[in-house]
């Protein structure tokens, strides 16, 4: 069992910035990759961004340019900088990792962002 605690989230104006950070704990398998999911009201649950043990990514097209993921290996963290904030980037968002061999994945709590226009 892997267990996510994510931070970071609120309330911004649009235009603002905000830093989610999510934090997994120890794991008998390695952690392959780790990446942020948000969902809307009404919505499904997206993928925002990803990367891999290696520091490969792929983002969400309305991410681009604009969101930058990136992890720390030996201390089992993912963040996710958002700059340019939109209305349409409020969401929850949630942090999600996939583990080496078995491909189990494991999900945060969620955090809340609100973007105001």
């Known amino acids: 069992q892997v267990h996510l605690v994510e931070s970071g989230g609120g309330l911004v104006q649009a235009g603002g910035s905000l830093r989610l950070s999510c934090t997994a704990s120890?794991?008998?398998?390695?952690?392959?990759?780790m990446g942020w999911y948000r969902q809307a009201p009404g919505k499904q649950r997206e993928l925002v961004a990803r990367?891999?043990?290696?520091?490969?990514?792929n983002y969400v097209d309305s991410a681009k340019g604009r969101f930058a993921i990136s992890r720390d290996n030996a201390k089992n963290t993912v963040s996710l900088q958002m700059n340019s904030l939109k209305p349409e980037d409020t969401a929850v968002y949630y942090c999600?990792?996939?583990?080496?061999?078995?491909?189990?994945?494991?999900w945060g709590q969620g955090t809340q962002v609100t973007v105001s226009s």
């Open positions: 999600n990792v996939v583990l080496d061999y078995v491909g189990t994945a494991y």
């Open positions: 120890s794991s008998i398998f390695s952690i392959n990759t």
């Open positions: 990367i891999t043990r290696g520091g490969s990514t």
